[in-house]
């Protein structure tokens, strides 16, 4: 608001002004995701994932060709976030090779999936085979049916 329409230009309503009024960029930047966020955002979108249910267990199925069992780390969060994490990293240049051309991805990847209730996170198993991981999560039991509770009338 420009405080010189209302009449009011003496030097305190002129700094008021100064002080209210927001640069474009600062807005802007106020806005703006963070760079852990588009960090781990990409790292995300470049992680496809299988989720299958199956009678007893949860399975995720995840592509990790050229990675060992040292680049991928598998961790349950908060108790119902299982997150699939790691680095791919670049191999050593041998002395007079160059690349061609570059098309394999290098860097960081994960995966967060949110698990069910049923989802038993102290049974969580992962194997990487063929470069293809596979972690397990089996499910809890299902909870016992309540029985109705009998109660004794008697007569006074």
Do not use: W
């Not at 976030?81 to 991805?105: D, F, P, Q, T």
Request: aromatic residues 6%; proline residues 8%; hydrophobic residues 40%.
């Amino acid at each position: 608001m420009d405080f010189r329409l209302t009449g009011l230009e003496s030097p305190l309503f002129a700094t008021l002004h100064h002080l209210m009024d927001v640069p474009e960029e600062a807005e802007k930047s106020a806005s703006a995701p963070t760079r852990t966020y588009v960090r781990d955002a990409r790292a995300m979108a470049a992680t496809p994932a299988d989720v299958k249910e199956l009678p007893g267990s949860y399975a995720f199925v995840v592509d990790m060709p050229g990675l060992g069992s040292g680049d991928i780390k598998v961790q349950v969060e908060d108790d119902n976030v299982l997150v699939i994490s790691g680095e791919r990293r670049r191999e050593e240049e041998k002395e007079g090779a160059k690349y061609l051309r570059m098309e394999r991805r290098v860097g960081k990847f994960m995966r967060k999936f949110v698990l069910p209730e049923n989802a038993n996170t102290e049974a969580v198993s992962a194997v990487c085979r063929d470069g293809v991981l596979t972690v397990t999560v089996e499910k809890l039991p299902p909870p016992e049916p309540k029985k109705p509770k009998t109660i004794e009338v008697k007569i006074a």
